[in-house]
């Protein structure tokens, strides 16, 4: 059984950071880009940040110099660090996985809730 289990969100004032981990079990991690997407109230997900197998990352410009995503092959876990946060950063945050073998294969966590406050 595949689950991708996010934490680390929470209410946090603007210009401050958080750092959400997203633990990945059932899948071979090593295989697996990763992302991380957001849904603000009222409008649609959105890709924040992906990872590829081999740590290649890329980010949507609205947090880019902000946050930073990573990996740790070891501990099958994806971080997004989130840096000089800004209330339009509110948002449910969601862990992606996705691959290729054989046919496409994606995963998605529950969500972590970020609430960033003016």
């Known amino acids: 059984q595949v689950q991708l289990v996010e934490s680390g969100g929470g209410l946090v004032q603007a210009g401050g950071s958080l750092r959400l981990s997203c633990a990945a079990s059932?899948?071979?991690?090593?295989?697996?880009?990763m992302a991380w997407y957001r849904q603000a109230p009222g409008k649609q997900r959105e890709l924040v940040a992906t990872?590829?197998?081999?740590?290649?990352?890329n980010y949507a410009d609205s947090v880019k110099g902000r946050f930073t995503i990573s990996r740790d092959n070891a501990k099958n876990t994806v971080y997004l660090q989130m840096n000089s946060l800004k209330p339009e950063d509110t948002a449910v945050y969601y862990c992606?996985?996705?691959?290729?073998?054989?046919?496409?294969?994606?995963?998605w966590g529950q969500g972590t809730q970020v609430t960033v406050s003016s």
């Open positions: 990872i590829t197998k081999v740590g290649s990352t």
């Open positions: 059932g899948i071979n991690f090593n295989s697996y880009a």
């Open positions: 992606n996985a996705n691959a290729f073998i054989l046919t496409i294969l994606i995963y």
